[in-house]
């Protein structure tokens, strides 16, 4: 069965969610991230993923005092991003309590040093983002467009390691539109080692349930959960399921 991970994007240490990766399109569901962390373990999940969009942009780790106390206070699995430019904010989010961390821009724009913390972590901690627009990777919080195709760009760092990818169609990202299936089916089509996590688009139950019948093994979701598209009673029925 598909492993669901809900997120958290943090801005000033509220939960927030963009549309598209656009910081002037913010909505604040929650002023308080560890009250929202803890209803997901409430309901039976596992997992988070909690990203620093302060950090995104300033291009070092950020909020890491909410991450701290998620993990302080919760016993939730946690991957962290946004800022992951250096073994600095590596050994800070470590430190804060995160399982694993996800490293997208540094690993478009610095393919040696991203390789050297693969090596030094292990590709069990370290998670490649491969966000794309029209297949071609973005980064700096979406800010910044690549010519760098998304399918080879990851079977590249699966040679060097990594194991797990989180991949968001910036262009279904908080638009509730559904998820981009074909593209994630051409990755597992092209990449069929790669444990793949689906991101952005996730509008409703039915939605999960494409992507797990698709192969797809994780999938990334918030804005569903928190407009209320999908309960956390049904995520924790599929996800137990």
Same mark, same amino acid.
């Given at each position: 069965?598909?492993?669901?991970?809900?997120?958290?994007?943090?801005?000033?240490?509220?939960?927030?969610?963009?549309?598209?990766?656009?910081?002037?399109? #913010?909505?604040? $569901?929650?002023?308080?991230?560890?009250?929202?962390?803890?209803?997901?373990?409430? &309901?039976?999940?596992?997992?988070?993923?909690?990203?620093?969009?302060?950090?995104?942009? @300033?291009?070092?780790?950020?909020?890491?005092?909410?991450?701290?106390?998620?993990?302080?206070?919760?016993?939730?699995?946690?991957?962290?991003?946004?800022?992951?430019?250096?073994?600095?904010?590596?050994?800070?989010?470590?430190?804060? +309590? &995160?399982?694993?961390?996800?490293? +997208?821009?540094?690993?478009? #724009?610095?393919?040696?040093?991203?390789? *050297?913390?693969?090596?030094?972590?292990?590709?069990?901690?370290?998670?490649?983002? @491969?966000?794309?627009?029209?297949?071609?990777?973005?980064? *700096?919080?979406?800010?910044?467009?690549?010519?760098?195709?998304?399918?080879?760009?990851?079977?590249?760092?699966?040679?060097?390691?990594?194991?797990?990818?989180?991949?968001?169609?910036?262009?279904?990202?908080?638009?509730?539109?559904?998820?981009?299936?074909?593209? $994630?089916?051409?990755?597992?089509?092209?990449?069929?080692?790669?444990?793949?996590? &689906?991101?952005?688009?996730? *509008?409703?139950?039915?939605?999960?349930?494409?992507?797990? &019948?698709?192969?797809?093994? @994780?999938?990334?979701?918030?804005?569903?959960? $928190?407009?209320?598209?999908?309960?956390?009673?049904?995520?924790?029925?599929?996800?137990?399921?």
């Amino acid at each position: 069965m598909i492993e669901i991970i809900p997120a958290i994007d943090i801005i000033d240490g509220k939960c927030v969610r963009l549309s598209q990766g656009d910081y002037g399109a #913010k909505t604040i $569901y929650n002023e308080n991230p560890l009250e929202v962390a803890k209803m997901f373990e409430d &309901a039976g999940i596992h997992r988070l993923h909690l990203v620093d969009l302060d950090g995104a942009k @300033a291009k070092h780790v950020i909020n890491n005092k909410v991450l701290e106390n998620i993990a302080t206070h919760t016993s939730l699995i946690i991957d962290f991003g946004g800022g992951i430019q250096s073994e600095q904010d590596i050994d800070i989010a470590f430190a804060s +309590g &995160a399982a694993m961390v996800t490293g +997208g821009s540094v690993a478009a #724009k610095n393919r040696q040093l991203f390789v *050297s913390w693969i090596k030094k972590y292990g590709g069990d901690k370290i998670i490649l983002g @491969a966000d794309s627009k029209n297949r071609h990777i973005a980064v *700096s919080g979406w800010q910044e467009a690549t010519s760098l195709d998304v399918v080879p760009y990851i079977r590249n760092y699966m040679q060097y390691g990594v194991q797990k990818v989180v991949c968001t169609d910036i262009t279904k990202d908080g638009m509730l539109g559904g998820p981009a299936i074909d593209l $994630y089916k051409l990755i597992m089509n092209q990449v069929p080692d790669v444990y793949l996590i &689906a991101s952005g688009g996730v *509008s409703c139950k039915q939605d999960i349930l494409d992507l797990d &019948a698709a192969g797809i093994p @994780a999938v990334i979701m918030g804005k569903a959960i $928190y407009e209320n598209k999908v309960t956390l009673k049904e995520l924790a029925e599929i996800q137990n399921s």
